[in-house]
């Protein structure tokens, strides 16, 4: 049965307000470090995060495909577009948690434990576990891999420029820093924007709209739009937390981060893998303070950040299907 286009414009409505939020919460982290630098004002920040993440959206919809289909099979649920709704109210109610305490949690950890226990509660025998334990086997180990390779390439650069004068490899960096800042906003598009369309094409499939994972122009589009205009909001309480209290950055450490956290979220881009972009930033930004000085970076603000990313799922997971219950 077609589900009435009103209630599918309700979920469109509310996949966008999540792509909006997700803009001004999770793109905060894409320009945390070139803004706390000066590499950046806020507004050129902001102008560059908003263009970049919204080119970025419409270039790739392989990720869409694997939010849309891996945790459940649309075509298989009889109570689809409650599960959707359920999942992205969720979602952003989390989301707006934990931007109002300036903790940078993961969109894409709540939107997909969400969904997990949206159709868990709905329709138990129809969650995809091998699909769902794939994902977060994804989710966990890229920020492991970001911190990895933040540690890495700051130890590298330590090295180059140790004979260099700390002013002079500052002032370089910091006009580098705009590249990057351009080129993580712009994987953050690739990767995040993704999350979106894919909720939208499951909530389209599940609604007897179109019959494949096949993400539609208008979709791109207006995801595309809505995250572009969550970055220009901005969201300070984080960029505050992610630029300054995690330890104190310099135009180097931020183009080490920056560009350690995008190469792990277009990698995963390229291989269809939804990433938290959250936990690649941070992670990238906490391996690259360790290797500048282990004893410079917070550990006790660090420690808050990743007991946050690990109850993002079980939280969000448990209030959809509260909502399920509820509601449905």
Known sequence: MVTPLWILGIVVFLALA?????????????IA??????????????????SMNFIGALLFTGVAKTIGG???DPTKLDNGINIVIATLIAAIIWNLVTWWFGLPSSSSHALIGALAGAVFISEPGKLNWSGFTSIVEGLILSPIIAFAIGYVVMTVLKYIF???????????????QI??????????????AQKAMGIITFALVAGGVQDNMEVPLWVKIAAATAMAGGTAIGGWKIIKTMG??????????????????????????????PVSTTHAITSSILGVGSAKRFSAVKWSLAGRIVVTWFITIPISGVLAGLIMYLFF
């Not at 999540?18 to 999770?26: A, K, Y």
């Not at 140790?162 to 580098?176: C, D, L, M, Q, Y």
């Not at 590249?179 to 995040?192: I, P, V, Y």
């Not at 104190?248 to 350690?260: H, M, Q, V, W």
């Open 18 to 30: 999540f792509d909006f939020i997700n803009g001004f919460h999770d793109t905060a982290n894409a």
């Open 33 to 50: 470090t070139s803004v706390s630098t000066r590499a950046l004002t806020p507004r050129r920040a902001i102008l560059l995060a908003a």
């Open 70 to 72: 891996s945790v459940a």
């Open 162 to 176: 140790a004979k260099r004068s700390p002013h002079s490899v500052n002032k370089g960096f910091r006009t580098v």
């Open 179 to 192: 590249f990057t800042a351009a080129l993580q906003s712009f994987t953050h598009g690739t990767n995040d």
């Open 244 to 273: 300054t209290k995690i330890f104190k950055i310099e135009p180097i450490n931020g183009f080490a981060a920056d560009l350690s956290a995008a190469s792990v979220i277009f990698t995963a881009t390229l291989l269809h893998l």
